[in-house]
């Protein structure tokens, strides 16, 4: 099974920060990486997929690269909006596999 | 506007069998593999199984390998997921999901929770 490696597991940020989140695949997953906004008590919401388009309605504060087998999650101008959890997602072969997810809190 | 809405769940004792249901509206349900995503409570995301837009091929993680089985009845736009043999480590919360190829998981269900426990 392909490994998605997450980190960090939280992080804490302030109102305006830029923040990244980053997830390492143990094998190669080509672009098919997706990231995803979790709420509490909610169902997941899609933000990025293809490692680096962003999905429609999301803000363009949010924007996903790839370096090698490298994914990160960038979130530019942090708003109390953008707490919640993170996660990571390699559908490129199953068994699909998901990161342990990234909580992110505002101070 | 695409929705998504599961039901079905509830307390079952170990052994014991339950099905859900996720019934689609607002697209052309037999376009699309759908799939059944899990999270344990306080845990990840976890994939379950996918089925293909005709029901023809179905994947399944190995911990519910010849315990569950995905269905569709594309007649009634409707995600089938029947589990079998259930255990106290398959409570979470099964959300079902539209797969948009690229676009991975698009939409989600809101979720229903299932509990094994005597």
């Known amino acids: 099974d392909i490994q998605m490696t997450q980190s960090p597991s939280s992080m804490s940020a302030s109102l305006g920060d830029t923040v990244t989140i980053n997830c390492l695949a143990s094998?190669?997953?080509?672009?098919?990486l997706s990231w995803y906004q979790q709420k509490p008590g909610k169902s997941p919401k899609l933000m990025i997929y293809?490692?680096?388009n962003l999905e429609d309605g999301v803000p363009s504060r949010f924007s996903g690269s790839r370096s090698g087998s490298d994914y990160s999650l960038t979130i530019n101008s942090l708003g109390y909006d953008d707490e919640g959890i993170y996660h990571c997602?390699?559908?490129?072969?199953?068994?699909?596999?998901f990161g342990a997810g990234t909580k992110l809190e505002l101070k | 506007e695409v929705q998504l809405v599961e039901s079905g769940g509830g307390l079952v004792q170990p052994g014991r069998s339950m099905k859900l249901s996720c019934a689609a509206s607002?697209?052309?349900?037999?376009?699309?593999?759908m799939a059944w995503v899990c999270q344990a409570p306080k845990k990840g995301l976890e994939w379950v199984a996918t089925?293909?837009?005709?029901?023809?091929?179905?994947y399944y993680r190995d911990s519910v390998k010849g315990r569950f089985t995905i269905s569709r009845d594309n007649a009634k736009s409707t995600l089938y997921l029947q589990m079998d043999s259930l255990r106290s480590e398959d409570t979470a919360t099964y959300y079902c999901?539209?797969?948009?190829?690229?676009?991975?998981?698009?939409?989600w269900g809101q979720g229903v929770m299932v509990t094994v426990s005597s």
């Open positions: 607002g697209f052309t349900f037999n376009n699309y593999d």
């Open positions: 997602h390699q559908y490129y072969e199953y068994p699909y596999t």
């Open positions: 089925i293909s837009y005709d029901g023809s091929s179905t």
């Open positions: 999901a539209r797969f948009g190829g690229i676009q991975d998981f698009d939409y």
């Open positions: 094998q190669d997953i080509g672009n098919y």
């Open positions: 293809g490692a680096t």
